[in-house]
């Protein structure tokens, strides 16, 4: 068995590290444009007018159509951000931590760092899985004959969004902070 001295596992640990760090930084920056195009507005619920109702009702097809394109692009949204974040948690948070406790460099901020993480993508998936169900809700209002209904539960499922997006910027701040301690341990070692 060959012996590694202690600098040569450091060296070790800070090459990986500064691989970690540009991997996770392009991760977070082609999040964050992803995301850019998935943003929404509030919506307020409130009665409609006979107008508006008559709106909905002759625009229902076409409303329906690009709900069902909304769901498919959202579908892949939840996957790619789902395994995308999976990697960063499984393959960079986890593992770096496991090799910094074996190597007595383990920081109580990276571990807590890691926890947070975690915790927020199961909240994602939570968030996700309640927008989707509300989606699916809303595409099976019949817009047509039930204008009012479909509103309200328009509302509902652009709430249901808000909360995936704000979920999202909570993952994208986690990665940050991760990326800060990371640079500055990298300086420490």
Same mark, same amino acid.
């Given at each position: 068995?060959? /012996?590694?001295?202690?600098? +040569?596992?450091?060296?070790?640990? @800070?090459? $990986? ?6 991997? %996770?930084? *392009?991760? @977070?920056?082609?999040?964050?444009? @992803? ?5 929404? *507005?509030?919506?307020?619920?409130? =009665?409609?007018?006979?107008? +508006? ?5 002759? !625009? ?15 579908? $892949?949204? $939840?996957?790619?951000? !789902?395994?995308?974040? =999976?990697?960063? %948690?499984?393959?960079?948070? &986890? ?10 460099? *383990? ?7 890691? &926890? ?5 993508? =199961? ?10 169900? *509300? ?12 204008? +009012?209904?479909?509103?309200?539960? %328009?509302?509902?499922?652009? /709430? ?25 341990? $990298?300086?420490?070692?």
């Amino acid at each position: 068995m060959r /012996k590694v001295s202690p600098s +040569q596992v450091n060296d070790s640990i @800070v090459s $990986r590290m500064g691989i970690f760090v540009k991997v %996770l930084m *392009a991760v @977070v920056v082609v999040l964050a444009g @992803v995301m850019l195009v998935v943003g929404m *507005a509030g919506a307020r619920a409130e =009665e409609l007018t006979d107008e +508006q109702e008559g709106r909905i009702s002759m !625009g229902c097809g076409g409303i329906k159509v690009q709900l069902r394109t909304l769901q498919k692009a959202d579908s $892949r949204m $939840r996957v790619y951000l !789902g395994s995308k974040y =999976e990697i960063v %948690l499984s393959n960079f948070m &986890t593992n770096l931590n496991l090799r910094l406790i074996k190597n007595n460099l *383990a920081t109580e901020n990276l571990t807590g760092l890691q &926890t947070t993480f975690s915790n927020e993508r =199961e909240r994602f998936k939570a968030d996700f899985t309640g927008y989707s169900q *509300a989606l699916d809700e809303l595409i099976n209002v019949d817009c047509q004959s039930e204008p +009012q209904e479909f509103y309200d539960q %328009l509302v509902v499922a652009r /709430k249901k969004r808000a909360e995936v997006q704000a979920s999202y910027y909570r993952m994208n701040e986690v990665m940050g902070w991760h990326v800060e301690s990371v640079e500055k341990l $990298r300086g420490e070692l």
